[in-house]
């Protein structure tokens, strides 16, 4: 199973919106609504940002927003603030009925 | 406070052999299907495996099948990891994650992580 598709870096400045991509294929993304995203400080384990392609978890800031079409799922990070800065991996269920993670996107706020 | 706590990593040898350990609180433990995910130093997550309520049920990602064992013991609330004929591509931070309740695909707790290193 290949990893999912990120851009390596994205950046943006305070108060701005940014969007990371994170491509699959029909067998994970494309063909399941169970694309999730994770936001990962450094030395801290990840934390769940988004689940099933656009929900929130509880106390997760509504800045963060996530859709999909076709085989890409992306993840919206509007009024971008300081403490966003951090590393942001996808993920998504497969065909396999295993998961799969994207290779990760870090993000600088400028 | 629901938690997950790691144990069991260590400096192993190629070739060798370790388990992990996960002791889950704050939850009802059999409830849940339970996955191991890593993380290489400086590298993305992986997803390792994981397990049905109760463990009757198991898959693995192709680079560990025939080489890791996940099982678990819901009378102790705990999740393991038996891992065969390690290499040092198996270095990596081990996290034993739990599904966020209502969906199977996604991971809302996490432990801290447990280091293995493989190297001789």
């Known amino acids: 199973q290949s990893a999912l598709t990120q851009p390596a870096s994205v950046s943006g400045s305070p108060g701005q919106s940014i969007t990371i991509s994170c491509t699959g294929t029909s067998s994970d993304i494309g063909g399941y609504n169970y694309v999730s995203w994770y936001q990962q400080h450094p030395g801290k384990a990840p934390k769940l940002m988004i689940y099933d392609v656009s929900n929130r978890p509880s106390g997760v800031s509504y800045r963060f927003s996530g859709s999909k079409s076709g085989n890409t799922a992306s993840l919206t990070i509007s009024g971008l603030q300081a403490e966003d800065e951090a590393d942001y991996y996808c993920s998504s269920y497969t065909s396999s009925n295993t998961r799969v993670f994207g290779g990760g996107t870090k993000l600088t706020v400028l | 406070e629901v938690q997950l706590v790691e144990s069991g990593g260590g400096l192993v040898q190629p070739g060798g052999s370790l388990r992990l350990s996960c002791a889950a609180s704050g939850f009802t433990f059999s409830n849940y299907w339970m996955h191991w995910v890593r993380q290489a130093p400086g590298k993305g997550l992986m997803w390792v495996s994981r397990i049905n309520t109760d463990g009757s049920a198991t898959i693995y990602a192709d680079s560990v099948k025939g080489r890791f064992t996940i099982s678990r013991d819901n009378a102790k609330s705990t999740l393991y990891l038996q891992m065969n004929s390690l290499r040092a591509e198996d270095t990596a931070v081990y996290y034993c994650?739990?599904?966020?309740?209502?969906?199977?695909?996604?991971?809302?707790?996490w432990g801290q992580g447990t280091m293995v290193t493989v190297s001789s």
């Open positions: 994650v739990r599904p966020i309740t209502g969906t199977m695909n996604a991971f809302d707790i």
